[in-house]
């Protein structure tokens, strides 16, 4: 079996303790050896001379699609061809493993089986990507988020469109079928869309078929939920991951912290941030987001998830990148939100991006820490991104990633390849 010794690197496991001296051996897929004592360990393993570089765990993406492909709306992936989204999608997979992300979430796929297949391909060697839970299109009904179609032409969307509970059942079904690993169903709306933030569109028979369904089959569920009235409904329901909950009011908070072991909030604030700030070059300057109330939804879910945060409920970044003004490969902006805006220490940003990362991959215990017994999820950087946490936005500072105890990205510098005597 391969063994990689890092020796003398700054270690951060992803628990939120300091950083401290270490060496970390590896051993096939798995963290064989954590010491706190440089140069302890010995033995015949490739060496990476770690020269107090930060070792820590790879970065989760709560909130991924591989299928947007840097559009600046949602039609153009619900009209591109298959054959050319297959391609797009592998490459944006490659680009968040390029970029130190070791695990993704899949929050929506434009068509069916494009996750799927991407997912599979990924856990086949096929080509490189993160560890990824696929998902399928978004449900939302007929009205909601994403029924962008006239009444008079045949569907194109990139969602699944529902009109009540069976249809509801058969779609889920469907999916599961093809081989997702998570539901999302849409919720709320979205101010851009045809269907505004603070709509709460799906019916409780239909949510309720949906969750037994997908739980019947041992599937997790995500919403786009930014309403207030739809973030109760997560709860209320038991959809383990929110997404965005922008508006949530009161009631909604002290219901959330009541259940906060049971649900993961992804707020997504890539996409509220670049909205406001930097999409003019797409025609849509501060006037124009304001006067779609985007600046007032920024305000809102900052206050939001700042009290979250306060309250200790399971916050992760992950930004909705794959939009013009919020471009694969920007993710690791998602860590400075969390520090600029949110108030979050750098190693509180860490946490929520590797151990809580962990868990909501549905992995704890052996995702997410860099820990014995662990797996060898790893990236080794040039700085210390808990003094400043956006290092990790800046790839050549990414010496080296490994996933599954392989190096996607194996470190050039000299000190390499060497074994360490007995
Ligand atoms: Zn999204």
């Known amino acids: ?66 299928s947007w492909v840097n559009q600046t709306g949602l039609e153009t992936i619900g009209l591109m061809p298959v054959e050319e989204h297959v391609l797009e999608a ?39 990507g993160p560890r990824y839970l696929a998902n399928g299109p978004e449900i939302s009904t ?20 529902i009109n009540g509970p069976m249809e509801m ?34 019916a409780e028979d239909e949510i309720a078929e949906a969750v037994r369904e997908a739980k019947r089959k041992g599937l997790r569920i995500c919403a786009h939920a930014r309403s207030a009235g739809s973030i109760k409904q997560c709860i209320q329901y038991g959809i383990e991951i929110i997404y ?14 009541a259940n ?50 306060k309250r200790g409920i399971r916050i992760l970044p992950g930004g909705d990148y794959g939009f013009a003004w919020t471009p694969h490969g920007t993710y690791a902006r998602d860590l400075e939100y969390f520090v600029d805006l949110l108030g979050f220490s750098p190693m509180e940003a860490i946490v929520s991006a590797t151990k809580l990362g962990g868990e909501i991959m549905g992995s704890p215990g052996e995702l997410g820490l860099v820990k014995k017994h662990y797996l060898a999820d790893l990236l080794l950087v ?9 290092v990790l936005q800046d790839p050549s500072r990414i010496a080296a990633i490994m996933k599954d105890g392989v190096f996607h990205k194996a470190p050039t510098f000299d000190s390499i390849g060497a074994s360490v005597a007995a």
């Open 169 to 202: 059942r058969a779609c889920v079904r469907r999916l599961i079928k093809e081989g997702v690993d998570l539901i999302k169903l849409n919720l709320s709306g979205e101010e851009i869309t045809n269907c505004k933030a603070e709509e709460t569109t799906m």
């Open 142 to 161: 007929v009205g909601g988020l994403g029924d962008v179609n006239p009444s008079h032409v045949p569907a194109y969307t990139y969602v699944e469109i």
């Open 382 to 390: 040039d700085g210390d991104p808990s003094v400043d946490i956006a």
């Open 1 to 66: 079996m391969s063994t990689t010794l890092f020796r003398n690197v700054r270690l951060i496991d992803g628990t939120g303790a300091l950083p401290v001296s270490a060496d970390i051996l590896v051993q096939g897929n798995r963290i064989a050896e954590v010491s706190l004592q440089p140069g302890q360990l010995t033995g015949d393993h490739r060496l990476v001379e770690g020269q107090g570089r930060t070792l820590m765990p790879g970065l989760c993406d709560a909130h991924t699609h591989f």
């Open 260 to 309: 906060k072991e049971k649900h993961f909030v992804a707020p997504g604030l890539a996409w509220l941030h670049q909205t406001c700030h930097a999409a003019s070059e797409w025609g849509i300057d501060a006037d124009a987001a304001r006067n779609m109330g985007y600046f007032r939804e920024l305000e809102r879910a900052i206050e939001g998830c700042k009290e979250m945060h």
């Open 90 to 128: 592998a490459n944006n997979a490659k680009t968040y493993l390029d970029h130190g992300y070791t695990s993704c979430v899949g929050a929506a796929a434009a068509k069916p089986r494009l996750d799927v297949v991407i997912r599979n391909a990924i856990n086949s060697g096929r080509i490189p």
């Open 244 to 257: 965005h909950a922008s508006f949530i009011d009161e009631e909604g908070m002290d219901l959330l912290e």
